[in-house]
């Protein structure tokens, strides 16, 4: 009887270790592509160097020596040490408010508030989760899904509309990227765009967005309310820990008992929603010629 070999899973490589691999990409390729540059130009508008688009030429070709990657990853620290403090400070100052419960003290308030008006409990706690997350990732307040799902069972809701508060309200503020130091300051940084230029239009962005969502979501919550058995996890949720939890527990999207399948089964309409509006607002804003395009 021939042995049962075991697959063997795979399992994500540690964050160092892929940076490294694309670091080795990058080096390898400098001795396959042809070196270039742009010209820069001043820009009469910010007085700021920006590149020439129009003034690509080929150069000498200037091959990356392996040996020497160990000072380039010094020198680029040195030479961004300033955003490198501002996204590790940024990244402390929420963790501190998590940490002490700030955040958890608002949520109880709006709660308390607000909890018999579906109509204003789910977009004020959609807008608290959307504003922080124009400075921080959706997946650092993954681990507030039981809770919100608690309060949205308690109400007759389902678990969809729980995740949602978090997931859709973070998605709304991170996708905008309004305030974002790690993607929308590095992306400028490295266009040589002015820090936090076309804000005014990531704002409007951010308003189509909420609204849109706000709208989708709580329309999807009252017709929850009228008929649960609408709801795509129904027979999930009539079972569920979490219809008598504890609201100091806290877990992972996982622990909120929201099967992918379903969740997605939901969530694929709205982001073809936001894909549509995005795709509009980006016409529009082309147009009027706002932002640097």
Request: hydrophobic share 55%; aromatic share 10%; glycine share 8%.
């Given at each position: 009887?021939?042995?049962?070999?075991l697959?063997?899973?795979f399992?994500?490589p540690?964050?160092?270790?892929?940076?490294?691999i694309?670091?080795?990409?990058?080096?390898v390729?400098?001795?396959i592509?042809?070196s270039?540059?742009?010209?820069?130009?001043?820009?009469?508008?910010?007085?700021?160097?920006?590149?020439?688009?129009?003034?690509?030429?080929?150069t000498?070709?200037?091959m990356?020596?392996?040996?020497?990657?160990?000072?380039?990853?010094?020198?680029?620290?040195?030479g961004?040490?300033?955003?490198?403090?501002?996204?590790?400070?940024?990244?402390?100052?929420?963790?501190?408010?998590?940490?002490?419960?700030?955040?958890?003290?608002?949520?109880a308030?709006?709660?308390?508030r607000?909890?018999?008006?579906?109509?204003?409990?789910?977009?004020?706690?959609m807008?608290?989760f959307?504003?922080i997350?124009?400075?921080q990732?959706?997946?650092?307040?993954?681990?507030?899904?039981?809770?919100?799902?608690?309060?949205?069972?308690?109400l007759?809701?389902?678990s969809?509309?729980?995740?949602g508060?978090?997931l859709l309200?973070?998605?709304?503020?991170f996708?905008?990227?309004?305030l974002?130091?790690?993607?929308?300051?590095?992306?400028q940084?490295?266009?040589?765009?002015?820090?936090?230029?076309?804000?005014?239009?990531?704002?409007?962005?951010?308003a189509?967005?909420?609204?849109?969502?706000?709208?989708?979501?709580v329309?999807?919550?009252?017709?929850?309310q009228?008929?649960?058995?609408?709801?795509?996890?129904?027979?999930?949720?009539?079972?569920?820990?979490?219809?008598?939890?504890d609201?100091d527990?806290?877990?992972?999207?996982?622990?909120?008992?929201?099967?992918?399948?379903?969740?997605?089964?939901?969530?694929?309409?709205?982001?073809?929603i936001w894909?549509?509006?995005?795709?509009?607002?980006?016409?529009?804003?082309?147009?009027?010629?706002?932002?640097?395009?």
């Amino acid at each position: 009887m021939a042995e049962k070999r075991l697959k063997k899973q795979f399992t994500m490589p540690h964050t160092f270790v892929i940076l490294l691999i694309i670091i080795a990409a990058a080096v390898v390729l400098t001795w396959i592509i042809p070196s270039g540059s742009y010209a820069r130009v001043e820009d009469p508008l910010s007085g700021r160097e920006v590149v020439d688009a129009t003034s690509f030429s080929y150069t000498e070709n200037q091959m990356v020596n392996p040996l020497d990657v160990p000072m380039l990853i010094v020198d680029a620290f040195v030479g961004n040490a300033d955003l490198i403090a501002l996204i590790l400070l940024s990244g402390a100052a929420i963790y501190m408010l998590t940490a002490a419960g700030a955040l958890q003290a608002l949520v109880a308030t709006i709660v308390r508030r607000f909890s018999s008006r579906v109509e204003i409990f789910i977009p004020l706690l959609m807008l608290v989760f959307a504003l922080i997350c124009t400075t921080q990732a959706v997946n650092t307040f993954i681990g507030f899904a039981p809770i919100t799902v608690m309060l949205a069972l308690s109400l007759g809701l389902d678990s969809i509309v729980g995740v949602g508060i978090i997931l859709l309200g973070g998605a709304i503020g991170f996708s905008t990227g309004t305030l974002n130091v790690s993607t929308t300051l590095v992306a400028q940084k490295i266009a040589d765009l002015p820090n936090y230029s076309g804000i005014g239009y990531r704002w409007v962005c951010f308003a189509v967005f909420y609204v849109i969502t706000c709208l989708w979501l709580v329309r999807y919550a009252k017709k929850i309310q009228k008929n649960p058995t609408l709801s795509p996890t129904y027979d999930l949720d009539k079972n569920s820990e979490f219809k008598n939890g504890d609201l100091d527990q806290f877990g992972t999207l996982g622990a909120a008992n929201v099967p992918y399948d379903r969740w997605m089964r939901f969530m694929w309409k709205m982001f073809l929603i936001w894909l549509g509006v995005g795709a509009v607002l980006v016409v529009i804003a082309q147009m009027i010629n706002y932002g640097p395009m």
